[in-house]
């Protein structure tokens, strides 16, 4: 079926420095977002994503997160400058208009900020 | 405010038996609800949703949820697991219209199949 990648599977980061966080979505797919998951805690949304613009981010998406598609390339999300409690695994999702439900995961990158 | 409770952390069941996992909603509006199950070290995949019509829909894998307005749920059920089962599952509420398109997931539910 319709595959989301992340890159890359691992990060790990100082505290301080920037990370850049990539995701291929699904090719059809106009919707994207970014979830967060802390080990043994439930999934978060951070923000959704669509023609070029931020539809709805949560208080998770602080400022020093920022999201971006440029060209029709990566949907990326980057953290600059990043803190300890950003360590968590991201998770990029992908979905078409009107299936908002049924949202395709990539298998998320762990991030590891020391 | 939309909030998911998934009411039992971990269930272990043989293979064979059959399994329910419960999930209760809060959401005063209309709702899409669905179920994602995530193997270990993998993303969440999709299971199944229910938006409208018939209260009982069919996933993939055998699975089949069951809509109750009255109970407020949306539990998960299978008629005979696998070991392949094995994995956490989540119940996600989505927000319709002023919420936005993002999905307020449970805790989750970690089901153990044993041989």
């Known amino acids: 079926g319709p595959k989301v990648l992340q890159i890359p599977s691992h990060q790990i980061i100082d505290m301080g420095q920037m990370v850049t966080l990539n995701c291929d979505p699904v090719?059809?797919?106009?919707?994207f977002y970014w979830y967060k998951q802390i080990l043994g805690q439930q999934m978060e949304f951070l923000v959704n994503?669509?023609?070029?613009?931020?539809?709805?981010k949560s208080k998770l998406f602080k400022d020093q997160f920022s999201v971006e598609r440029p060209d029709g390339s990566y949907f990326t999300l980057k953290i600059q400058p990043t803190a300890l409690e950003d360590s968590a695994v991201y998770f990029c999702?992908?979905?078409?208009?009107?299936?908002?439900?049924?949202?395709?995961f990539g298998p998320g990158t762990r991030l590891t900020v020391l | 405010t939309q909030t998911v409770s998934q009411s039992d952390a971990h269930v272990t069941v043989f293979e064979g038996d059959s399994v329910e996992l419960r999930c209760n909603y809060s959401y005063g509006g209309s709702i899409y609800l669905s179920w994602y199950i995530q193997h270990h070290g993998h993303g969440l995949q999709f299971l199944l949703k229910y938006y409208s019509g018939n209260p009982v829909v069919q996933g993939v894998n055998g699975f089949e949820a069951e809509f109750s307005k009255s109970d407020s749920s949306f539990h998960l059920r299978k008629a005979s697991v696998h070991w392949s089962d094995s994995a956490v599952y989540f119940c996600a509420v989505r927000g319709y219209g002023s919420s936005g398109n993002k999905l307020i997931f449970g805790i989750g539910t970690l089901l153990s199949v044993k041989p």
């Open positions: 999702a992908s979905s078409l208009p009107g299936n908002y439900a049924e949202q395709f």
């Open positions: 090719s059809n797919h106009l919707y």
């Open positions: 994503f669509y023609n070029g613009k931020v539809m709805e």
